[in-house]
């Protein structure tokens, strides 16, 4: 193909293989129509943790001019209004569907990079000769066996493979396809954005590129990326080669293990007893370590933070945060929670009313490298076969279907969740009803 070089904007030959993006349309608000057909063609807006605000909104709802971090109890009566569908955040539903939406991706190209729960980067190289004709058949086979709809982006880079993918959604003709292969086309399309519109540049990003005379994409392309480099930094030398088709940034198809894993919730309403802020730190030790098992780490320091409402001047605020190394890195539920809640019952003070609490498990290590201390052995092998019976027992029959009495049962606490749909995928108590 032909692309542009490293140098001052001269045309030259590159060789650089396609690269595609496939973003899910409005994904949460997609998800939310799937099994309730009722919501299509209607404007929906999908609510934060315990409702808090608008996080994601149908084309219905963008073209009322619902804002993206809208308050919601600030909204309701102009949503009321307008007949907006409200919804619950619904995280369970949504991330079943985005590993089945995935599944299918996968089977379109050996090359595949999750990016996020609603977007993937697949290598295209050897489907030169057809890429439209094979975004397309992806496209429909993604819609046909997950019922999500996509839109689908080529281009030789990724930063270009983002605009071809802008591009698609904002052009009701291409039917969500746009290949970006060739300079021309990459031009008009750079053309018709601002510079926010691209990957990685935000507002104070842009200022700065303004000020230096940069005010429009197609500008930052033809700047030199030398000197791009010496006012901005390397990442933007990148993205001026990038935009240029010249990639810079290649898939990662294995993520590095973490370094770290957290689990928190703001409460549904204010907790004010000790034992109630055990019952929390406790499920959150239970959640992080289950999916510390799942990338087969181990963790070597547990970190507990607790914190008070500082959005509410009426209360007396505090917050707390204490850390505690383990003897012996470990992966064991029993060994983490005894630490945790060692840490929580530091860290209680008497008196304030308690909005969020978590648990951070940090120096992960991978659990086959682990060594013991001569008084402290490591994580035995029943001890494991106990723990993958628990994850396998929670995988089958849903979330703490078994767990450790001191999370508690009753959680009064829990994030407030009122307009949630039903787990149509995951629990069988709210399985789709055909009548």
């Known amino acids: 193909m032909l692309g542009l070089s490293a140098g001052s904007g001269a045309a030259s030959v590159v060789v650089a293989a396609p690269i595609a993006l496939v973003d899910c349309n409005n994904f949460y608000a997609s998800c939310e129509r799937l099994f309730q057909p009722a919501l299509r063609g209607r404007p929906v807006v999908v609510l934060s943790n315990n409702d808090g605000c608008v996080i994601a909104r149908s084309n219905e709802a963008k073209a009322l001019g619902i804002a993206m971090g809208e308050p919601w109890h600030l909204s309701k009566q102009k949503l009321a209004k307008h007949g907006v569908i409200v919804r619950s955040s619904n995280y369970t539903l949504y991330g079943d569907l985005s590993a089945r939406v995935m599944s299918v991706l996968g089977s379109f190209s050996p090359n595949l990079e999750i990016y996020s729960i609603d977007e993937a980067f697949l290598a295209l190289a050897g489907f030169e000769d057809r890429l439209d004709a094979h975004a397309r058949k992806l496209r429909a086979t993604v819609l046909a066996w997950t019922g999500i709809p996509v839109s689908v982006g080529i281009a030789p880079t990724k930063t270009l493979a983002k605009v071809a993918n802008r591009t698609a959604k904002a052009s009701p003709d291409s039917g969500g396809v746009c290949v970006l292969m060739e300079p021309g086309a990459q031009a008009a399309a750079l053309d018709r954005l601002k510079l926010t519109d691209l990957w990685g540049v935000a507002g104070r990003m842009a200022t700065r590129l303004e000020n230096l005379g940069i005010t429009s994409p197609r500008a930052l392309r033809d700047a030199d990326p030398a000197?791009?480099?010496?006012?901005?930094?390397?990442?933007?030398?990148?993205?001026v080669l990038e935009l240029r088709g010249v990639p810079c940034v290649g898939l990662t198809e294995s993520p590095a293990d973490s370094k770290s894993l957290i689990a928190s919730r703001s409460f549904g309403r204010a907790v004010t007893t000790l034992r109630e802020l055990e019952e929390a730190v406790a499920t959150h030790v239970e959640r992080v370590a289950q999916r510390m098992r799942l990338q087969k780490l181990t963790a070597g320091v547990v970190s507990?933070?607790?914190?008070?409402?500082?959005?509410?001047?009426?209360?007396?605020?505090?917050?707390?945060?204490?850390?505690?190394?383990?003897?012996?890195?470990?992966a064991d539920t029993a060994r983490l929670l005894h630490a945790a809640l060692h840490l929580t019952r530091k860290l209680w003070r008497e008196g304030y009313r308690y909005k969020k609490a978590g648990v951070m498990l940090l120096e992960l290590a991978p659990a086959a490298n682990v060594q013991g201390r001569l008084f402290v052995p490591p994580d035995s092998d029943r001890r494991m076969a106990l723990m993958r019976a628990l994850d396998r027992l929670n995988a089958d029959y849903g979330k703490r279907a078994v767990h450790f009495a001191a999370s508690g049962i009753d959680h009064g606490w829990r994030l407030r969740a009122g307009m949630r749909s039903p787990r149509f995928t995951t629990c069988w108590g709210e399985l789709l009803r055909v009548r």
Not at 227 to 239: H, I, N, P
Not at 304 to 330: C, E, H, I, K
């Open 304 to 330: 507990v933070f607790v914190n008070t409402n500082r959005f509410n001047p009426r209360d007396r605020q505090y917050a707390g945060s204490a850390s505690m190394t383990l003897p012996v890195s470990t």
């Open 227 to 239: 000197w791009v480099r010496q006012k901005l930094g390397v990442v933007m030398e990148r993205m």
